[in-house]
């Protein structure tokens, strides 16, 4: 409870002039009865002004506060101070370097082959090593017959399966892919060399020479691998026959690469 003197050092401090309580106040000064009657309205004169008089003193702008209403007191408040935006410290984390994005691993499977002077690396479509009945193996045997070599190829290794590991931090991305496509049969190659290598399929093409489907026919040069000839996988051959035609224009060309080492 605030004592009378106490009341009335708090509204001065405020600037509070005139005030009513809404309810009676504990240890108050009792109320003066004239200052609660309501106010009878000022009647004005009329009284001449002279125009000198009325030019000096105009009349205020700002609306009066009407008999019976409580004045509005304007109670000053501290300025506000523009936000100073904190400098980063060295005890603020710093925004991370964004992570580079890690793309999908590839997915293949290709079988290396030696088939008289020629390695060939050939997509197995279905993930599975060639049997003797498989369609393809059997379109591989007729292709190697046409060009004069063994029908009867050897199998170098298990087949090269991408991605190596289905768990783990290495990078199986398509450079690491083609880089161990790569180191895989220069290996090869250290052990016996070879007049051509055959390309047989579009991954066996990405990943050893870095070609897409445009090079199909074609024989190019592959660092550290030497001449490579790029055909279409044996199920895209199966699928669409009248690709063996350019298959056999472009064999024909290429025969005495490999006839000549006999």
Known sequence: MLTEPRRRAYLSAMQVVHWLPRAELPFAAPSRPELLLPQAPI??????????IAAANPAPSAPQARS??????????????????????????QA????????????FALQLLRAGSCLLLVE????QPFQSRDPSYLLLKDMLRAAGLPDAPQIIGEPVRWPLLVRGNMD???????????????????????SLLWLVGLPAMRYAANADAEGYYQVMKVDGLGDAWALPGLELLMDEPQRKADVWQAMRQLMARWKSVE
């Open 43 to 52: 009647e004005q004169a009329d009284v001449q002004v002279p125009p000198s």
């Open 68 to 93: 019976g209403e409580r004045p509005k007191i304007e109670i000053p408040r501290p300025a506000s101070t523009p936000k100073v935006l904190a400098k980063p410290t060295d005890a603020q984390p």
């Open 96 to 107: 991370s370097a964004p992570r580079p994005v890690q793309v999908a691993p590839p997915r």
């Open 124 to 127: 197995l479509a279905t993930g």
């Open 172 to 194: 199986q991305g398509p450079d690491a892919a083609r880089d161990f496509v790569q180191g895989f049969i220069q290996a090869r190659l250290e052990e016996s060399a070879c």
